[in-house]
């Protein structure tokens, strides 16, 4: 049971399992002070996330976050650098497994400004979806990019609740697979006539698409009860699923 006292509005303190914590909410260099022990119970990878996201100060995240990442918030002033590098090759691996798959089908490069703009939108729906309960889905928000139509770029969208966290590959990898199990409702000899079943096989298409060249990963989460939300999204340039392409463009499976 947690008890919560309101002692100004710039600070409150939180008594969880015997451990008193005072969480400033003033300046933002304000220090994170612990009365006793004080851990991570979630991994690196999303208490730096939550970090940076400022939950660390936000009066609707406080209780969550010194329960889960407490010492990632108490260091706050000094946070630990992330292996962006890692990701990057990691999620472009697991996108090019599958495109290895298929006959004349290049492998794709790495783009940075993709993968900006992909997490820049992820940031976007991770943000539009707080608060959002694992129980009413209904009222999850996960709608393509409409700046993909001004700029030509090509987009899948994932969303995954995890009742533990998941590392940034992970989550590729995830989405990845489930993108690619559209291939069951593909019928490549007959392509012409899928094309406006694209609600059910267009993630699938737009991975292996042959003209497609760069991509570019972004991954973003947001705490839901006792699980998190993950959604990831991924820019491919150029774009696919053109109307009228399909059949030169998305390859058989190699013999």
Same mark, same amino acid.
């Not at 979630?42 to 976050?65: E, N, R, T």
């Given at each position: 049971m947690h008890t919560m006292k309101y002692l100004t509005v710039f600070?409150?303190?939180i008594v969880c399992?015997?451990?008193?914590v005072l969480v400033p909410m003033g300046k933002t260099n304000d220090r994170l002070v612990v009365a006793s022990e004080c851990k991570d119970r979630?991994?690196?990878?999303?208490?730096?996330?939550?970090?940076?996201?400022?939950?660390? +100060?936000?009066?609707?995240?406080?209780?969550?976050?010194i329960r889960n990442c407490c010492q990632s918030c108490k260091d706050l002033d000094n946070p630990k650098p992330s292996d962006t590098r890692a990701v990057d090759v990691g999620c472009l691996e697991s996108a090019n497994k599958y495109r290895k798959r298929h006959q004349r089908t290049r492998i794709l490069e790495w783009d940075k400004t993709l993968a900006q703009k992909a997490q820049t939108y992820a940031d976007f729906l991770a943000d539009k979806n707080r608060g959002?309960?694992?129980?009413?889905?209904?009222?999850?928000y996960v709608e393509h990019d409409p700046d993909n139509k001004?700029?030509?770029?090509?987009?899948?969208?994932?969303?995954?609740?995890? $009742?533990?966290?998941?590392?940034?590959?992970?989550?590729?990898?995830?989405?990845? +697979?489930e993108w690619y199990d559209e291939i069951?409702? $593909?019928?490549f000899q007959n392509s012409s006539k899928l094309e406006k079943a694209l609600k059910t096989t267009g993630d699938f298409t737009?991975?292996? $698409?042959k003209r497609t060249g760069r991509v570019g990963f972004g991954i973003?989460?947001?705490?839901?009860?006792?699980?998190?939300?993950?959604?990831?999204?991924?820019k491919y340039k150029v774009r696919g699923n053109m109307p009228g392409r399909f059949k030169e463009n998305v390859m058989p499976l190699k013999k």
């Open positions: 600070a409150v303190i399992a015997g451990d008193e979630m991994s690196s990878y999303a208490c730096d996330y939550f970090v940076i996201k400022g939950y660390c +100060k936000q009066s609707s995240y406080v209780a969550y976050m959002v309960s694992i129980n009413f889905l209904r009222k999850l001004v700029v030509g770029n090509g987009e899948n969208l994932y969303f995954h609740i995890s $009742w533990k966290p998941i590392t940034d590959v992970e989550a590729c990898i995830l989405a990845d +697979k069951k409702d $593909w019928d737009q991975m292996i $698409w973003a989460r947001t705490p839901s009860e006792n699980a998190i939300m993950n959604f990831v999204v991924a």
